[in-house]
């Protein structure tokens, strides 16, 4: 039980580091790295569906889903930190391991946000602190539906 405490807290630790590179870069570093994976995504398609787009397609696609992929990046990243906050929630004997795991996550978000106010072009929302709340969320309750499918199978 021990090791599963130091490697989940490591997990954390190293995601929250990520998170916290990520909110540093300046505004436009942080666009063009989105544009980057989107412009990755467009061609993968292209790819598999044998089709081409001219450099022109490729930036109107880029800037019509540009918001959608920083917010679902906003989203999966948490989705992820709040099963790791929960799982290492549940290596203790805690009340309510549920919230402590997401309250946990979302005052990292506000903390988060709160970095990027110090970040050239970035800005800090509320809006982002609650999709960041909802994907922690979203994990735990992933991790809560497993756990019921593994426990009826038993």
């Keep these: 039980m021990k090791t ?3 490697v989940l807290a490591m997990f954390i630790v190293l995601l929250n580091a990520i998170i916290f590179l990520f909110s540093g ?10 544009d980057k994976v989107t412009v990755q995504v467009i061609d993968k398609y292209a790819e598999i569906k044998d089709k081409e ?4 397609e490729k930036k109107k696609i880029v800037a019509d889903v540009r918001v959608f992929v920083r917010k679902s990046a906003h989203f999966g990243i948490y989705f992820v930190l709040g099963i790791l906050v929960y799982l290492f929630v549940c290596c203790y004997d805690v009340k309510r391991p549920i919230v402590l795991a997401i309250l946990a996550c979302a005052m990292f978000a ?42 009826k199978r038993k």
């Design 25 to 34: 870069q300046d505004g436009k570093a942080s666009e063009a790295l989105s």
């Design 4 to 6: 599963k405490k130091i």
């Design 110 to 151: 506000g903390l988060d946000e709160f970095h990027q106010l110090f970040s050239p072009g970035r800005t800090a929302r509320l809006y982002d602190i609650g999709i960041d709340t909802l994907g922690s969320s979203f994990g735990v309750g992933c991790i809560l539906t497993m756990k019921k499918i593994l426990k």
């Design 53 to 56: 787009y001219t450099q022109k």
